[in-house]
């Protein structure tokens, strides 16, 4: 996976991209990045990229012209890997597992991360394939949502995760939360671990982690306990 990441703050990436998972993911050759900045494509003396509002709303909006000079540049030099421009934008499709697990798919992405009050709707209009969300909530800008995408992108891609940390262990991956899990000591703080985990009994204690990771999505979220309980009921039924 090749990841070009346009943005106005390179530097926020650093620490990001050079630790972890997605380090050893690069070590490894599976995943790859450029970071440009695409103040780079101003023409001008002092490399504007923002500029006021049609219609008098309050605050600044990025320029088009440079951007679209970058993502052509960025389109270009990687059409031979079919990149996908993506926004990263509180008006975009929320980022779900399946989402990062279709992305994981991709050869390449170009993640644009706007600031000020966004950009102009013509590059959404033309330029962008899919705008992103990482929740209903407001960021000052879209690099650390970018960052998540990443994150979770790479997770997915086959190779990047050991034994250790391998996906289909993870919440989420089979559509529920994760059951409470414990470590040493048995006893903290006068709490036990409870007692089946102990047991060694491994038939009864992944009964238990699924009856738990049921309890938990239930009560925690009921919208995933739906969607799971209706995917389980059409599966069953197609048995027949
Ligand atoms: C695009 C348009 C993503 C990107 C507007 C980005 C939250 C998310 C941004 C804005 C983001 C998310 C700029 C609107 C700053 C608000 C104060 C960057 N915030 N912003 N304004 N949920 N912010 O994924």
Redesign the pocket.
């Known amino acids: 996976m090749f990841f070009e990441i346009l943005t106005l703050f390179p530097s926020m990436f650093e620490g990001v991209l050079s630790d972890s998972i997605i380090k050893r993911a690069c070590d490894k050759g599976l995943v790859s990045f450029r970071l440009v900045d695409f103040r780079d494509f101003t023409e001008d003396k002092h490399r504007t990229v923002d500029d006021y509002p049609y219609g008098g709303s309050p605050?600044m909006l990025i320029k088009p012209a440079p951007l679209a000079r970058a993502i052509t540049a960025s389109k270009d030099r990687l059409k031979a890997m079919a990149p996908k421009t993506v926004?990263?934008?509180?008006?975009?499709e929320l980022?779900t597992h399946d989402k990062a697990k279709s992305l994981s798919e991709e050869q390449s992405l170009i993640l644009l991360?706007?600031?000020?009050?966004?950009?102009d709707q013509r590059i959404i209009d033309h330029y962008v394939d899919l705008e992103?969300?990482?929740?209903?909530?407001?960021?000052?800008?879209?690099?650390?949502?970018a960052m998540?995408l990443i994150d979770s992108v790479t997770r997915l891609i086959p190779g990047v995760l050991g034994n250790n940390d391998s996906a289909p262990g993870d919440s989420l991956y089979n559509g529920l939360l994760s059951p409470p899990q414990y470590t040493r000591p048995e006893v903290f703080e006068n709490k036990r671990v409870p007692e089946v985990l102990i047991s060694g009994h491994h038939e009864n204690i992944r009964k238990w982690q699924k009856e738990q990771s049921i309890a938990m999505t239930k009560a925690k979220r009921p919208d995933l306990w739906e969607r799971y309980f209706k995917k389980q009921t059409e599966q069953k039924s197609s048995e027949f």
Do not use: N, R
């Open positions: 605050g926004y990263l934008t509180p008006q975009g980022l991360c706007g600031h000020y009050q966004g950009i992103i969300s990482m929740g209903d909530y407001v960021l000052s800008g879209g690099e650390i949502p998540a």
